[in-house]
């Protein structure tokens, strides 16, 4: 069973001790984002996870806890999200000085592989346009070249989610926005992913895309997976699942893992992002957050049973008697 933490909201950032205490603790609870009548309780025992995926825009708060998670046997790398935007796109992250030293410093603990750099998404302004992307592209890449193999993009959804609030940032600030899978911006789009994979290249990154319907082979661009169960095999052996995830978008190519968060929880608060689509819920769950308890949000006293994997039917479930 694979881990996700989380694509939902940023774990290491801001719920690293709940995690940390989930891990101690060998269970959490899913609770279903569209009826949180829908619990499950998922095993944490190493033995019954084959990796953890985190996603971050900032480790620090779990680098402290890195020694426990390897002295109890737990395999782990990091989609470390690492854009230059200003405070209208990203209002709540650190510097990107420090962000670079950060995601440097990761990598020097835990080796270069298990860190995999996100530009993502691609936010086609025009204070951004593709001139602006490419500089920012190789000035970040000149910095991490020796401390990751993995570059992997994808392009703002200018339909999805995080639309209405990018479209209420930006509103009085001058700044339009350009849909470049639209295909009167082809153009656009060739000059962005070429110079893309020619900085990749550069650098010796391998450069993926992420879960986008524009086909880019011809650029020299393949569709990729952040929760990749080839890399896990190749960092970790084991035998991960290579089952598609049917709960992500159709071109997303991850396989099925279990996710341990809730939106509408990342502190960040970045405008673009899906996962934070309305603000009044953020605030009254960060109020519901219990680092005790066994989910992310809401106290869950309730006994469930323990899955051991994704699909309930192939092991025994286990009771797990809480407090």
Known sequence: MIISASRRTDIPAFYAEWFMNRIREGFFYRVNPFNRNQVSGFSLQPEDVDAICFWTKDPGPLLKHLD????????????????????????????????????QGLARRIGKKRVVWRYDPVILTSITPVSWHLEQAELISSKLQESTERLVFSFYDFYGKGRGRLHDALKHTGITLEDITWHVHRAHLDALV???????????????????????????????????????????????????????????????????????????????????FNEGTIDKNLSRHNVSSPALLGDHERTLEIRRSVHKTKTKPRQQELF
Not at 78 to 102: A, C, H, M, W
Not at 238 to 243: A, D, L, N, T, V
């Open 194 to 276: 070429g110079g893309f994979k020619d900085i990749a290249d550069k650098h010796q990154l391998n450069i993926f895309s992420c879960s986008e319907d524009v086909d880019l082979s011809n650029n020299g661009i393949e569709p990729g997976a952040c929760i990749d169960g080839k890399l896990i095999r190749d960092l970790f052996g084991g035998e991960p699942s290579e089952k598609k995830d049917k709960n992500q978008r159709a071109h997303c190519g991850c396989v099925e893992s279990v996710d341990m968060g809730m939106y509408n929880t990342c502190r960040f608060r970045c405008t673009y992002c899906y996962a934070n």
């Open 68 to 103: 426990e998670l390897d002295e109890r046997g737990f395999n782990y790398y990091f989609q470390f999200t690492l854009n230059p935007y200003n405070k209208v796109f990203e209002p709540g992250v650190p510097s990107l000085e420090q962000r670079i030293e950060d995601f």
